[in-house]
């Protein structure tokens, strides 16, 4: 167990343009992980069947991907204590019908084509997506206040 444990994080086109941006960010900012990286791209096609190559085989796989490409994603690196699990939990069920309200797809969407959110699900899936999605310079390292410090570095 690691204090700067990492994992990937998406909000989905759904999610960007139902305005649930700031209502995800929220919920990770206040059960205290630390940003490690944000931006808003929309990916390329090849760009998201790399992203969800393990479900290359899946029926949905053409579909799920189009989606990926179709708006605006907002990918974020978020770090700490036991992230990559409290993460999927805080995310729900990969079917939101079966995701417990509170969680963020239980409170926020109700099927499965249509999840507003990816999170990874181990530590490898995580350092893969962290690796596709962000260059390292893209990684900011600073201290937080509650440490003691505002300045970087
Ligand atoms: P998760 O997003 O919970 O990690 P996943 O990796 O198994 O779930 O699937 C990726 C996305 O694909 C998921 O967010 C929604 C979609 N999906 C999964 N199973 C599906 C199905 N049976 N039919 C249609 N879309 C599906
Ligand atoms: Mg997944």
Redesign the pocket.
Known sequence: MSNTERTFIAI?PDGVQRGLVGDIIKRFEQRGFRLVAMKMIQASEDHVKQH?I??KD???YG??CAFMHSGPVVAMIWEGLNVVKNG?LM?G???PADSKPGSIRGDFCIT??R?I???S?SLDSANKEIALWFKPEEMVEYKSCQNGSCMSK
Request: glycine share 14%.
């Open positions: 989905k969800y393990d479900l899946m029926p949905f579909g799920l999927r995310l069920e990969t079917n499965l084509g999840t959110i990816h999170g699900d």
